[in-house]
């Protein structure tokens, strides 16, 4: 049984909601770009996981927690997240993939954690036995409610892929022991680690259990008190109540699980203080402390947010989970308002931070991604810490579930690739449509309307804001102009309608703002949704950092059908920089550039690197 529900979060009872996602039973993704991705997902990346967590003792833990294993806990104290995480990516493979025998693995994992849950419903498998007396001793770095809050989430999407309650009732019966340990008038607690607050929401919108909605919000609002739950430190984003915040601050992923939270309340809630701190906070992602390619959180020290424009490049932190929790609040945020920056952001991160996450092959990840590097960064298969490898696994497995949206009466597609769906718009009428596109190679795009029966709605496509603007024809007819945003077609759509989209594919040469220090006379290369870089591989001969680009470079799309599992590279004249004469020093007298020597050079899309022979990379590049 697959829920009519969307499995990351579920809008249908939300009072604050402009829109609703669709389902993931809604929505089949068939496409050359995407389906692969989902395949592996399926057939590569959630068994190898299943895998490491089973021979690093993750799986482990729970029995000795249950008294069925002797012996030490194994690794770091949170790694029941890493369980949990692949729990969830399991559920949503389920609910568009079904397959027993997965199933059945999933439910002997269950039952693992419901036989280590305690009697009061308190569960965590590191604080058992000799540790039992530490409990809540160190919420703000010991991760327990953490760990709780991706078991919650994990819970969830079980029951709305499965309609099973097995996972469901484990969650419900910790949350019920948080609300009466943390609960009003309880004691004041939430988790140094942020994840929680949204977990807690989505249990509500699963069970309309009132009681988690409040202990969200007091979790949202427990932090920047005075004095303080963790000393007013940034890092936890206790240094302001979030209704004061306006700076991305502290630990990235903390803080971007925190806006989640703060969106998942605001969706839920009259909270003008929560929306007006979210359109701060999100100003700060995307005007001051983001990559080109929608990463954050740049700085190594602390896994944090740097200062306003502190965006180096090959020191690019760039945590793998940031870029998935900036996918995810973003989502949140379109649903709370409707509004296509949301989308663009997210369509961004996904495509140039997410993916870049992941190998081709499905089974090694980047856990930091820096945007310029010697060749030395690689992909692993697992990490001691490993957050980042399900957190891609539990996102890409939900993905068809970020495709489309719906309202009152409207229908939004927020994402482009060939696909189908089936979706019910708010009045409860059926709409059907199917989408054909090559995507992100190529911009054009075509809607086909599927149902029977005539339907009056308006049909919303975004166009991206790296677009500009794009042409939609309708049934053939002329096309019309319409700008970046969502476009708006009204009519009584009938089966064969079709609507033509076509974006500018044209390469763009762009340039940071000034004060991001390391990109002071640099550029980057845009083509539609991806971002692009130089990768010795493709440019062997040369240092690939000598690289560059000048004004007259005029970069030509080339489809590559064979490399890469099927990419388009940019060819074109850029320059050779003359790094000669430098050996055997680090400075000297400043002498004005020297020459540069044409240079034909190919790009390829920035997620793709390093999936081929280890060498240099550069995604911004030297204006010669
Ligand atoms: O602390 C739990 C997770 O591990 C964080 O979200 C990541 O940044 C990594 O530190
Ligand atoms: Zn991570």
């Known amino acids: 049984m697959s829920s009519r529900k969307n499995p990351v979060i579920d809008l249908s009872h939300s009072r604050y909601a402009k829109l609703q996602p669709a389902a993931l039973s809604e929505v089949t993704l068939n496409d050359d770009f995407w389906q692969p991705r989902r395949v592996i997902n399926r057939d590569k990346t959630i068994p190898a996981q299943y895998t490491q967590c089973a021979t690093t003792g993750r799986i482990d833990n729970f029995r000795r927690a249950s008294g069925k294993m002797q012996g030490d806990f194994q690794g770091i104290f949170f790694n029941d997240s890493d369980v949990y995480k692949w729990a ?6 389920l ?8 199933d059945s693995l999933l439910d002997s994992v269950i039952q693992e954690i419901a036989d280590a849950q305690q009697p009061d419903g308190y569960l965590n498998s590191y604080f058992m036995f000799e540790r039992e007396k530490d409990r809540y001793s160190n919420l703000k770095d010991m991760h327990e409610l953490y760990c709780a809050g991706h078991l919650v989430q994990a819970a969830v999407a079980h029951h709305r892929a499965t309609g099973k309650t097995n996972f469901l009732s484990i969650a419900c019966k910790l949350c019920d022991h948080f609300y009466n340990v943390f609960g009003p008038g309880k004691r004041a607690g939430t988790c140094g680690h942020e994840e929680l607050e949204m977990a807690l929401v989505e249990l509500y919108r699963d069970t309309q259990n009132e009681n988690y909605l409040a202990l969200a919000e007091l979790m949202m609002d427990a932090r920047g008190k005075r004095p303080g739950i963790f000393q007013n430190s940034a890092y936890h984003q206790d240094h302001l109540p979030f209704t004061e915040q306006t700076d991305l601050v502290g630990h990235a992923v903390r803080h971007l699980y925190y806006c989640c939270g703060g969106a998942d309340v605001a ?14 906070l999100w100003k700060s992602l995307t005007k001051r402390r983001s990559y080109i390619t929608g990463g954050a959180g740049s700085r190594y020290e602390g896994e944090s947010f740097g200062k306003d424009y502190e965006l180096p490049n090959d020191r690019a932190y760039t945590e793998t989970c940031a870029a998935i929790a900036s996918v995810m609040w973003n989502f949140r945020m379109l649903h709370l308002t409707g509004e296509a920056r949301f989308a663009d952001v997210m369509e961004n991160t996904l495509y140039n931070a997410v993916l870049p996450g992941i190998s081709l092959d499905g089974v090694q990840y980047f856990y930091e991604n820096p ?3 010697r060749g030395e960064h690689r992909r692993q298969e697992w990490f001691g810490c490993a957050c980042c490898p399900p957190n891609v696994a539990r996102l890409l497995a939900s993905l068809p579930g970020y495709f489309y949206s719906v309202a009152q009466d409207s229908v939004y597609i927020h994402l482009y690739a060939t696909s189908s769906a089936r979706l019910t718009v708010g009045n409860g009428t059926e709409f059907r449509l199917s989408q054909s596109a090559n995507y992100p190679w190529d911009g054009v795009i075509t809607l086909t309307i599927e149902q029977d029966t005539e339907v009056a709605i308006t049909l919303r496509s975004r ?3 790296w677009a500009g603007s794009a042409k939609i024809a309708v049934n053939g007819g002329e096309a019309e102009t319409v700008p970046a945003g969502y476009a708006a077609l009204t009519r009584v759509w009938k089966a064969g309608d079709t609507v033509q989209i076509s974006l500018p594919m044209e390469v763009q040469i762009l340039e940071g703002h000034p004060q991001i220090l390391g990109n002071r006379g640099r550029a980057a290369i845009r083509r539609g949704a991806l971002i692009y870089c130089v990768e010795a591989v493709d440019n062997s001969g040369v240092d690939t950092w000598d690289i ?9 799309p080339v489809l590559e059908p064979n490399l890469l599992n099927g990419i388009v590279v940019l060819k074109g004249e850029g320059a050779l920089l003359d790094s000669s004469g430098w050996e055997g020093r680090l400075y000297r007298a400043y002498t004005p550039s020297g020459e540069t020597t044409p240079y034909t050079l190919t790009a390829v899309p920035y997620y793709s690197w390093a999936n081929r022979e280890a060498g240099a990379m550069q995604v911004w590049l030297p204006m010669a």
Not at 88 to 93: K, V
Not at 267 to 280: F, M, T
């Open 267 to 280: 969706l839920e809630k009259d909270s003008a203080g929560y929306v007006n701190a979210l359109e701060a």
């Open 371 to 373: 945007l310029a590097d």
């Open 463 to 465: 166009i991206p804001g």
């Open 95 to 102: 609910a568009t993939d079904p397959d027993s025998e997965l």
């Open 88 to 93: 969830e990516a399991a559920s949503f493979s």
């Open 548 to 556: 560059a680009l000048t004004s007259d470079t005029r970069l030509s």
